[in-house]
């Protein structure tokens, strides 16, 4: 028995040993791939006190400061851009396509057009949302995007609003990889659910506000010189270029660049979140980590629920208004009552948000507000009763499902580490939601107007295997956890991680201390 327990304590001394070898190859590999946040740590070190970025009140106060300077930034950013996403989709009930002589597809080839330009232009952005300070970057594109919505104003044909659609499609790729990047710069994994939650709550609000925006158009006097889409294209142009201009002067690229914090301020931040492993800056690319990404799993799983997920989307950004039309209402009242959509994401993000923050497994509380949204699917395409209102509160309910979103944005950068494959991870997301955005549209087909019943059941289908796949990821990271528990031991306390480890530019498949959340 004593031989037996002695060869079990050398096979683990082994492995612990075999493990920092492969921990000792990795940073030998990527000694030039550490985290610009390392070289501000080293620089700073004897100014702050670095025991800061421990002590609970302090981080309390500083997290404070950081939600009411950061998270606005991205909450009234991610307002503008839903409300700019949906304007094609409530210019549509306000005569666009009578206006602009739009026949059979091309409205739905116009709204795909948008996503076809955003998929290409997130390729491109694998290598630039890395290389590019990312608020600058992000703050250009927003100029580009908002002069491309206030274009939009002067189109007559079917071609010029395929212009200016593509346009715009290609410079918003990069706002939501910039957002989840920006966000998790300060804050740990645990924290940041919330944050992503309250940032994309701007859903919700654009909701409400965009049909509100809608109604207030469709009462422009007939006589006026441009009708009320064009007004409204036009106005919420110049709005988003005015906050744009805000973005450039006042968001920071990085916490270490942050003109409101003090050097002892960042230096307790930069402590406080290296239990994330995961990084802040760093601006090579390195090859090894982009083969990595694209060979693995679970970046290829987030990939394919953000599909299903942008399928289900295409409904919501270019045929609710249209849909609830369809169910016998004018086009002011369906303005009026998409509004009622919002609460429901509002509520739901909520649920989701915060649940993942305060009770963890994030795979759950993406089913629990995805089932509203398949119940809500399943009524708009077997209604029963009141079939208006049955409908109705299907349109209402499918809106649940826009609240996974941020739990699967969060998810990635809480579980992809290593500076070239996040970027990586975080622009496949957006090609996901592109291609899933393409999807949703053209299952709108005008030969199947004004029901659209195949595009319903699609949608239903897209929602039920976005659960099961959610499983299925959820399993796989337990499995991985699991395995790493038995072999390599874990270091269960923030300080007990050096900061050459927790900034050393390594991927979550070389860290061997980084545990996957699930």
Known sequence: MAEKGSSTEGAVSTLESLGESVEAVAIALHSKAHDEALDFLERHRNEANVTLGFNQCYVRRLKRNLDFYVIPFMLVMYTLNFIDKTLLNYGNVMGLSEDLGLRGNDYSNASSAFWFANLAAAVINIHLIQRLPTSKWLGVCLIGWSISTACTAAVRTYGGLLATRIVSGAFEAVIPPSVMLLTAQYYTKAEQASRFAIWYMGIGFGQILGGLISWAFQNVSTHAMLTGWRIMFLTLGLVTLIFALSILMFLPDTPMQARFLSNEEKVALLKH?????????GKRFILSQFTEALRDFQIWALFIITILNGSGGGVITAYSATLIKSFGYSAKRSALLLMGTGPVTLSTTLIGGFGSRYF?????????????????????????????????????????????????????????????????????????????NIIGPQTFRAKDAPGYQPAKICTVVFLSLLVCLVAVLAFYYLVHNNIRN??????????????EKAYAGHTDKENLDFRYTY
Not at 275 to 280: C, E, I, L, R
Request: with cysteine; proline share 4%.
């Open 360 to 436: 963890g497994r994030r795979w759950m509380w993406i089913i629990v507000v995805t089932i509203p949204a398949i119940i809500g699917s399943c009524l708009m395409a077997w209604p029963i009763g009141n079939k208006q209102h049955t409908a109705l509160a299907g349109v209402f309910l499918v809106n649940a499902f826009i609240s996974l979103t941020p739990v699967v944005y969060q998810w990635t950068m809480s579980n992809v580490a290593g500076h070239t494959k996040r970027a990586y991870a975080s622009a496949m997301l957006q090609a996901a939601f592109a291609i899933g």
């Open 486 to 499: 038995r072999r390599f031991t874990v270091r269960e306390e923030v300080e007990d991680i050096p900061d």
């Open 273 to 281: 979140i290296k239990v994330n492993q995961t990084g802040v800056e």
